[in-house]
């Protein structure tokens, strides 16, 4: 609720501060229990370090993050154990998420050992359970990870996240490193977890065509704000927020001829920086049908439809302004 994390940016020999870089600013967002929100932007949107706020690897400026209830920003680091153990994160590079010295038996025993569950003896057991789970050999356990292919890795990586039976895994861009042709089995295997597991996902990811057919809801990021949230299948056939269409437009069509015909929306110039974001809207500078009121007031999410919100003045006003003439 209203989450901002905002860095300093120092400067100088004394480091003195030379503002302030204001990643996530002013997100108000819900994940559903045992469902998928996709967290969708460009890369400097502010996307992972939500995801690591939520964590709590990252201490929020302000504004709350309730889980089950309870607010996890205002405990900030004195999160209890229980706390940490519900909440799990999975980076994109499984390789340097894995200690190469260490078997990834031991690797995937760790969160255990540090929570102090089980016995050495059961904690094994429970090792050779998670590995079958995640489809890889229990008989491997005593290998390094150099004996493993990139997305087996990944498998490992996410044997480790549930080891713990955590109730929500926070997925930052878990696919992206991985080969184009492994990734669905990826997708599939997450997905197959959280069927069995009623797991909750916030999944991150620059790429809208991964998280089609993953996600329940979308929500998408720019420059620090939702730009856009609403069921997938909802964005998908409506999208609104000028910033979503530019995304959507660049995501493969299966129809060869509704492909050919279709626009490619190109957005100019880059991502402003978030330590200078630009007045009223934040995606005016780069939006293509920008009026007046766009440099002036920063427009508000609302509902378009039952779950689905745009924060845009032109396509989304206020209900009750719509169709006003
Ligand atoms: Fe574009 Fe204005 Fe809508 Fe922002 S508020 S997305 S600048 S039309
Ligand atoms: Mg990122």
Known sequence: RHLHVHFPIRRGFFGHSAGLLRAVDGVDLDIEAGRSLALVGESGSGKSTLGAAVVGMQKPSSGQIFFEGSDLASTGADRSAARLRDIQIVFQDPVSALNPRMDIGDSIAEPLAIHGVGTGQERRRRVAELLEL??????????????????????????????????????????????????????????????????????????????????????????????????????????????????????????????????RILLEGDLPSPANPPAGCRFSTRCPIAAAICQELSPELNLLGRNHQAACHLRAPPVGIKGAT
């Open 134 to 263: 995640v489809g890889l050999n229990p008989a491997h356990a005593n290998r390094k990870p150099n004996a493993f292919s990139g997305g087996q890795r990944q498998r490992i990586v996410i044997a480790r996240a549930i080891a713990l039976q955590p109730k929500l895994l926070i997925l930052d861009e878990p696919v992206s490193a991985l080969d184009v042709s492994i990734r669905s089995q990826i997708l599939n295997l997450l997905f197959e977890l959280q069927r069995q597991f009623g797991l909750s996902y916030l999944f991150i990811s620059h790429d809208l065509s991964v998280v089609r057919h993953f996600a329940d809801r979308i929500a998408v990021m720019y420059l620090g704000r939702i730009a856009e949230v609403g069921a997938t299948t909802d964005v998908f056939a409506r999208p609104t927020h000028p910033y979503t269409e530019a995304l959507l437009s660049a995501v493969p069509l299966p129809d060869p001829v509704a492909q050919r015909q279709r626009q």
